[in-house]
T-cell receptor, first 115, second 111 residues
Framework: NAGVTQTPKFRVLKTGQSMTLLCAQDMNHEYMYWYRQDPGMGLRLIHYSVGEGTTAKGEVPDGYNVSRLKKQNFLLGLESAAPSQTSVYFC??????????????FGPGTRLLVL | RKEVEQDPGPFNVPEGATVAFNCTYSNSASQSFFWYRQDCRKEPKLLMSVYSSGNEDGRFTAQLNRASQYISLLIRDSKLSDSATYLCVDHLSGGSYIPTFGRGTSLIVHP
């Protein structure tokens, strides 16, 4: 059981380049999330998905797009990278929330540097 | 304004000390809270849930104070390995079950 995995672990981009971050989970979780973490800012939600084929905006969605074509995968895309997107990106997943407490399981993170 | 507020610290304590962190939340309807632990350059991991009646797990105790809208984490007999950032999470944000994280409180336990 690998849990939540993220690819790549580290990437350097030039301004204007595009890339896709992949998140995969093998726990059959319904909910998946993408966060970014910057010094002094904590974790901020970018986009999330409550099930296969659905996505929704979080707190800081601008400049990012997501897709959830398969239940186990959640992709985060940067169409035209900007230096302000330099950050650590965490993916997380959890069971379907129905008023009960459900914990999130996080991937190891992707460190992105945009020059 | 962040809906979940934490003192960033750092809290610098000697081994064996007792230390407590608070976390305030703004959504009076919130009922579901967690404490996560995050080590440097690692992903957050669940430490414990916060129940209305309180929750104790070994040296760690979590409490919820609805009247004042804060949750607390108490660590007794601190170990060097407790050094980390502690994140509180409100699991009910704006009426939807989308977690809101505090910015974290840094704890440093020294010999």
């Amino acid at each position: 059981n690998a849990g939540v995995t993220q690819t790549p672990k580290f990437r350097v981009l030039k301004t204007g380049q595009s890339m896709t971050l992949l998140c995969a989970q093998d726990m059959n979780h319904e909910y998946m999330y993408w966060y970014r973490q910057d010094p002094g800012m904590g974790l901020r939600l970018i986009h999330y998905s409550v099930g296969e084929g659905t996505t929704a905006k979080g707190e800081v969605p601008d400049g990012y797009n997501v897709s959830r074509l398969k239940k186990q995968n959640f992709l985060l895309g940067l169409e035209s990278a900007a230096p302000s997107q330099t950050s650590v990106y965490f993916c997380a997943s959890s069971y379907l929330t129905s008023g009960e407490r459900e914990t999130q399981y996080f991937g190891p993170g992707t460190r992105l540097l945009v020059l | 304004r962040k809906e979940v507020e934490q003192d960033p610290g750092p809290f610098n304590v000697p081994e064996g000390a007792t230390v407590a962190f608070n976390c305030t939340y703004s959504n009076s309807a919130s009922q579901s809270f967690f404490w996560y632990r995050q080590d440097c350059r690692k992903e957050p991991k669940l430490l414990m849930s916060v129940y209305s009646s309180g929750n104790e797990d070994g040296r760690f105790t979590a409490q919820l104070n609805r009247a004042s809208q804060y949750i607390s984490l108490l660590i007794r007999d601190s170990k060097l390995s407790d050094s980390a950032t502690y994140l509180c999470v409100d699991h009910l944000s704006g009426g939807s079950y989308i977690p809101t994280f505090g910015r974290g409180t840094s704890l440093i336990v020294h010999p």
